[in-house]
């Protein structure tokens, strides 16, 4: 059984081998019951193919890997390194016969699942694996209520009653954290808030009270303070019903604040296995030392005195902006919703100024107006000391020029039918720059961001998200502008390409004495790259300062409750030395 046989990391080791390593002494009774037992899910030499023209033959290559009663387990690793596949493997739900198993046993409390007929394996799903998603607004019919949907399970599954079945469902829903179980129960999806709808997920997952549970994702998309909510809660039902869980997630917060033990992949090859202190205080593989080196620490620097004597160059004030949202289906009538209320805050050059604050904070909102697209309702924004809201459409133009946005998804902003070159080229050429001069500038920038030349008569769809970034980021400075507003622009990232995006805008900075207005919902790399921030709720300013004593010392309730809701947040990455 992997994790029994480990042997500590040598120097002499192929990138790609596993590290393993001999499990802790543990003096708990829980913890040793969970290595005693017999495992929940067994599998063993892995191997998943992948269709030809792929990037490589196999999405896996012999992964082995144990989970236990009372046990999580998270498997870790970036885009494109099987994670997912391998939770389709489990429930034997792969996309075939493009992509298929070719080797290899996933056994389930003993009983090999690829013997079974597809009738019998549509019996234990649900029964015996349940499976928790990233995304429940997909997962769950918009057709149906959420109590249908529950119980849909259980009639699939048990001879309950109809009564029976709706009192489980209730009971159910109330364990896992439901305000109000019987509202919740006659409600469809979109009715309800991200966070309940996760748990309406859980709740599905655990009713039938399954011997091992895959989450695939299941915090990724919630904000922090959900996210802590959902992790408690699958920790907490997960002891009490000593469930094997298979976590699997690309975040090192998650993984530090839930998992017993950890499995890292690196292109379908697990590279290190082991318990998660051993995994995240002391990594043996050189992948994983690099993929926790670029975990950004929640220290922030200390904030540079030389900012404060820098002149403003952006002014907002008063910000005020309301939108128009529709009834319910019995209201009809339209409601007002304010997205920023009443909102003033300065930039001064050669800063970087956080905008923190999770979904519907009005962060977004900020971004958009103080760049001129989105009309606010009233008040002002100076860029270098002139009106930009009340300008006019000649001098907004003018004015851009010392204004730039970078976006969330370089995909949905760059035009895929245009080279790259035309797209950096394209701001210049029209404000007046001949094409050639555009376009040597234009190589130029991507020498800047750091691609190479080649890259300048390549297309969009043929870079990686990181790349794309890089590309977004270097049309922003094509006017060479005063001021750029990155509304997440890293979110969306692998964290090792997050932690070179976020590099390169910090050398960019101090490079041009750049400004720059830096929108987030990750306190992480809000700590790492802003000298001041604004922590935003409710379309308000609920606490604003340097980013050192903000983190250190904060006054407002909801500023506390962010960063104690961090995860991971007792946990700091080691320095690691050649990661």
């Not at 869980?245 to 993984?255: N, S």
């Not at 830096?518 to 409710?538: E, G, N, P, Y």
Request: hydrophobic share 40%.
């Amino acid at each position: 059984m992997l994790g029994h046989s480990r042997h500590r990391h040598s120097a002499h080791r192929s990138f790609l081998q596993p590290a393993r390593r001999r499990p802790e002494r543990r003096a708990q009774s829980e913890a040793e019951e969970i290595m005693n037992a017999a495992p929940v899910l067994e599998i063993k030499n892995l191997q998943i193919a992948l269709p030809k023209g792929a990037d490589r033959p196999y999405a896996l290559q012999d992964l082995t890997l144990t989970i236990n009663p009372g046990e999580i387990v998270c498997l870790v690793g970036e885009s494109g390194s099987g994670k997912s596949l391998s939770a389709g493997a489990i429930m034997r739900l792969l996309p075939e016969p493009h992509v298929h198993v070719t080797h290899g046993t996933i056994k389930l409390e003993g009983t090999d699942l690829y013997s079974l007929s597809e009738a019998d394996m549509k019996k234990l799903r649900g029964d015996r694996i349940g499976m928790i998603f990233q995304e429940p607004m997909t997962a769950l019919n918009p057709q149906k209520t959420v109590g249908w949907q529950i119980d849909e399970v259980l009639r699939l599954h048990t001879k309950l009653g109809r009564k029976e079945r709706r009192a489980a469902v209730l009971d159910m829903l109330a364990e896992v954290k439901i305000p109000d179980p019987e509202s919740a129960y006659n409600a469809y999806p979109h009715q309800i808030s991200g966070g309940q709808r996760q748990r309406v997920m859980i709740a599905m997952a655990l009713i039938l009270k399954p011997r091992l549970i895959i989450a695939d994702e299941p915090t990724t998309a919630l904000d922090v303070t959900t996210q802590a909510q959902i992790l408690k809660l699958i920790r907490d039902l997960q002891r009490e019903h000593n469930t094997g869980i298979l976590f699997i997630t690309h975040d090192f917060g998650v993984v530090a604040e839930i998992a017993d033990r950890v499995a890292v992949l690196r292109l379908g090859e697990l590279v290190e296995e082991g318990p998660a202190s051993e995994v995240l205080n002391h990594p043996q593989h050189p992948y994983t030392k690099a993929l926790i080196a670029s975990v950004p620490a929640l220290t922030p620097p200390e904030p540079k005195p030389s900012v404060d004597a820098q002149p403003v160059i952006l002014k907002a004030s008063a910000l005020r902006k309301t939108f128009k949202a529709r009834g319910g289906l019995l209201i009809g009538k339209r409601s007002a919703v304010p997205a920023v209320k009443d909102l003033s805050f300065e930039l001064r050059q050669g800063e970087t100024l956080g905008v923190v604050g999770e979904s519907g904070s009005g962060k977004t909102t900020v971004s958009r107006i103080v760049t001129r697209l989105l009309e606010a309702d009233s008040g002002k924004v100076d860029v270098n000391g002139r009106d930009f809201l009340s300008a006019s459409p000649r001098e907004v133009r003018a004015m851009r020029k010392d204004i730039q946005m970078v976006f969330q998804d370089p995909m949905a902003s760059l035009n895929p039918r245009r080279r790259v070159v035309d797209l950096i080229a394209q701001g210049p050429i029209v404000h007046g720059v001949s094409k050639e001069q555009a376009h040597a500038k234009a190589r130029e920038l991507l020498e800047l961001v750091e691609l190479s030349p080649a890259a300048a008569d390549r297309f969009p769809h043929e870079f990686s998200g990181g790349q794309r970034q890089r590309i977004g980021i270097a049309r922003a400075l094509a006017l060479e502008p005063r001021i750029v507003v990155a509304d997440e622009p890293v979110s969306a990232l692998d964290v090792s390409v997050q932690a070179q995006v976020l590099r390169l805008l910090a050398d960019l900075r101090e490079r041009l004495n750049l400004s720059l207005l830096f929108v987030t919902h990750d306190l992480r790399v809000a700590a790492q790259l802003c000298d001041r921030i604004i922590v935003m709720s409710k379309g308000e300013i609920a606490e604003t300062g340097p980013t050192a004593e903000v983190f250190a010392n904060p006054q407002h309730e909801y500023t506390q409750r962010l960063l104690a809701s961090i995860p991971g947040k007792g946990w700091t990455p080691p320095r690691l030395e050649n990661a």
